[in-house]
């Protein structure tokens, strides 16, 4: 049977980044659990257990599973019916000197949640790098285009101008608030240790003849040799399954943002404002040739939805677990966990792309500009002619007779806003003719919007703050990108599907 015949998810055919598919592959699973043995085993041995040199090289030299002990480890678990002894076993028939000291003092969650809380960590750890890169990226759109006023929505109706970068630094602002998130989150898991069975770590302190020194010295040696600060002093048989919820809540949110950001563009798009990249040879319709579909920002919204909906698996496993564990949240966090990585990771990939390209209709917002400005503008023309020495009631009355007269002639007629050359025409508003021009000049209109996009991106602004952690690798990603658009002759390709 070939894979063509085998349901695949799509996160990895399609979708998601090789490293992150990596990350949560099999062998960096199985490899992971051999090498907390082999930590477990150093740590021991430092402490005086009698573990021969020799069953230690063995372990070090098959730290990474290979594709034939995959067969061995499932042949195994077969007999078994237990997953975490049949990799013991598997391991021990690659390194037989060390066969009997493997998992010494261990309980499965040894394995099974450790190497998870470091996939977490490790999987935040490629995650803040591109959710930096595609802040930077927005923030360079946000400051080029920060003067160029275009119509606000406010209930999905024109309201007060805005700019093009101020709308972007929205997004942006809320990016910044996931990055805290997932910040937090990376910098909240500890690890579990070695704690045994039911957290008491009973079976370390029977192995070190009730020596509590040691067992503490054992649990510090391996969260260590781990990459870990600390680890939790409080456990059960598991981790608990909080650290799930939280660092999914963080996805999640992040998810949302994504569909924000993506129904923005899909909207912009369907205004002729704003486009998303679209490939020479890109085919928007297969019967509409015309067409130039939103659908990377489709699919971000579909899968920011996706991504969203996943912190409820995670709440719903922690409250469910009883007292010291419960192997109900063990199927469920094989699927939950990895899909919400390999969605956002997938969702980053697409926001990378899209920032990367985002095309300006500066005429098409003129236009619309233009066609909405009068009604506008017709507070700054009343002030206007007060200071004339018009009466404020007469020239209000004029502006609303005026105003419903252009009004009737859009929507009754089609035709565009005269309402100006309305006024223009009028004896009345005569003493404001030659300021009308001023009066309507769109940067007028945008308040402080271009001052707010300076202040946010500048120097030792928030973006700038935000993103120092990440600066090393942003400079490098700029370089890789350059490098890889020289290359392709022009913007930096990116393989995505739809």
């Not at 390194?95 to 493997?102: C, F, K, S, Y």
Request: with cysteine; hydrophobic share 40%; net charge negative.
């Amino acid at each position: 049977m070939s894979n063509n015949d085998i349901y695949q998810t799509p996160f990895n055919s399609r979708y998601a980044s090789e490293d992150m598919k990596k990350l949560f592959s099999p062998r960096t699973r199985f490899s992971t659990w051999r090498q907390l043995w082999i930590w477990l085993a150093e740590a021991e041995k430092e402490l005086g257990l009698p573990i021969p040199d020799d069953a230690l090289a063995q372990l070090r030299a098959h730290a990474e599973i290979k594709d034939e002990e995959f067969a061995v480890a499932e042949e195994e678990e077969r007999k078994r019916r237990h997953d975490v002894m049949a990799h013991v076993h598997t391991f021990g028939q690659c390194a037989p000197g060390a066969a009997g000291i493997i998992h010494w003092g261990a309980t499965s969650c040894y394995c099974t949640d450790n190497a998870d809380l470091i996939i977490l960590r490790d999987g935040l750890g490629l995650v803040l790098p591109k959710l930096a890169r595609v802040i930077d990226r927005l923030s360079s759109f946000a400051e080029q285009h920060k003067d160029l006023a275009c119509l606000g929505y406010t209930h999905g109706q024109p309201a007060q101008l805005t700019t093009v970068g101020k709308r972007a630094c929205l997004w942006i602002q809320d990016l910044l608030m996931d990055l805290r998130n997932l910040e937090r989150a990376r910098d909240d898991i500890r690890f579990r240790g070695v704690k045994g069975t039911t957290g008491t770590q009973a079976s370390f302190l029977q192995i070190f003849n009730g020596d509590h020194a040691n067992v503490e010295r054992l649990d510090e040696l391996v969260t260590e040799k781990a990459g870990f600060q600390s680890a939790f002093t409080i456990t059960s048989q598991t981790y608990s399954r909080k650290i799930d919820a939280d660092v999914l809540n963080a996805l999640g949110s992040f998810g949302a943002t994504c569909e924000r950001i993506g129904g923005d563009i899909r909207h912009l798009a369907m205004f002729k404002e704003l486009e998303e990249p679209f490939e020479k040879d890109q085919i928007g319709s297969s019967a509409m040739a015309y067409k130039r579909n939103p659908m990377r920002s489709e699919r971000l919204c579909s899968l920011g939805r996706y991504l969203r909906n996943k912190p409820k698996e995670a709440l719903d496993t922690y409250a469910a677990q009883w007292l010291e564990r419960s192997l109900d949240d063990s199927a469920i966090r094989r699927i939950s966990i990895p899909e919400s990585y390999l969605c956002a990771d997938a969702c980053l990939l697409l926001l990378l792309n899209i920032s990367d390209g985002l095309v300006v209709y500066e005429q098409v917002i003129k236009r619309r500009i233009e066609d909405e400005l009068p009604f506008m503008a017709t507070e700054n023309i009343i002030m206007a002619c007060v200071l004339k020495g018009l009466s404020r009631q007469d020239t209000h009355e004029q502006i609303r007779i005026l105003s419903h007269q252009a009004a009737a002639q859009v929507k009754q007629e089609g035709k565009s806003n005269d309402l100006i050359e309305r006024i223009r025409q009028s004896n009345f508003f005569e003493p404001i003719h030659a300021d009308l021009d001023g009066l309507l000049d769109p940067s007028t209109f945008t308040g402080r919007a271009a001052q707010q996009v300076d202040r946010f991106t500048q120097p030792n602004g928030e973006v700038d703050l935000a993103l120092k952690p990440y600066r090393d690798r942003l400079s490098q990603a700029a370089t890789a990108t350059a490098t890889s658009a020289a290359t392709a002759g022009g913007r930096e390709k990116v393989e995505l599907h739809v």
